[in-house]
Each structure stands twice: as C-alpha cells, then as structure tokens.
Nanobody
Framework: QVQLVESGGGLVQAGGSLRLSCAAS????????MGWFRQAPGKEREFVAS????????NYLDSVKARFTISRDNAKNTVALQMNSLKPEDTAVYYC????????????????WGQGTQVTVSS
C-alpha cells in the first residue's frame, strides 16, 4: 500500500531553519505531484507548497514563498521542504501529500497523505 512518511520536524527558535523530508513507497513516485500542507490547532489544513512531476513547476503559499523551498528526488522517492527564517506563525503539523493529476492548492485534490510531523517555532 502507499505510504508517505514525514520526518524532520521539531522545535526551533524564530529565525531558524528546518528541513522536512517525506519518503514515499508503494507508488510510482515520478508519476505523482507532491505537496506540503500544514494545520495549526483550531485551524483548517492549509496549502504550503507543491511540486510537479519533474520539478519544473513549483507553487507556494504567498507567506512562505521567500522562505521555503520544495524539492524532490525521483530516484530516492523523496520530497523535501527547506524552511528558513521560521516564524512563530509557521507552527503547525506539516503533512506530505501525493496526487496523480492535479497537485494544486486544495487538500481534497490529493490522494495520499502522511501522518504529519510537528513543527514548533518559539519566539
């Protein structure tokens, strides 16, 4: 079965950096668009970034565009989210997701999800 496993979350001070990674198995990874979403307590799940099959197209939430970078390695079946200049408002559970066709900004478009990894940014 398809599995997406996130790692790399943790506690960091404001201004710091974290690199999230998502390892995929059970699917032909290069055929899937990949996305990162986040969900803070009491809030809806929010799109953060997405990347196309060959990494030729990347899309970001405006508030992270200058600070976060999404990348993928189709040979290793992994997608990463490099997060720099972190702010307390970035605190959330971050989820990796895979979608065969759309890979847009809407969570409902995605077929598979990881279990999430907690990112906490202290002020």
């Amino acid at each position: 079965q398809v599995q997406l496993v996130e790692s790399g979350g943790g506690l960091v001070q404001a201004g710091g950096s974290l690199r999230l990674s998502c390892a995929a198995s059970g699917l032909t990874f290069s055929n899937y668009k990949m996305g990162w979403f986040r969900q803070a307590p009491g809030k809806e799940r929010e799109f953060v970034a997405s990347i196309s099959w060959s990494a030729s197209y990347r899309n970001y939430l405006d508030s992270v565009k200058a600070r976060f970078t999404i990348s993928r390695d189709n040979a290793k079946n992994t997608v990463a989210l490099q997060m720099n200049s972190l702010k307390p408002e970035d605190t959330a559970v971050y989820y990796c997701a895979a979608d065969r066709y759309y890979g847009g900004t809407t969570a409902n478009e995605y077929d598979y999800w990881g279990q999430g990894t907690q990112v906490t940014v202290s002020s």
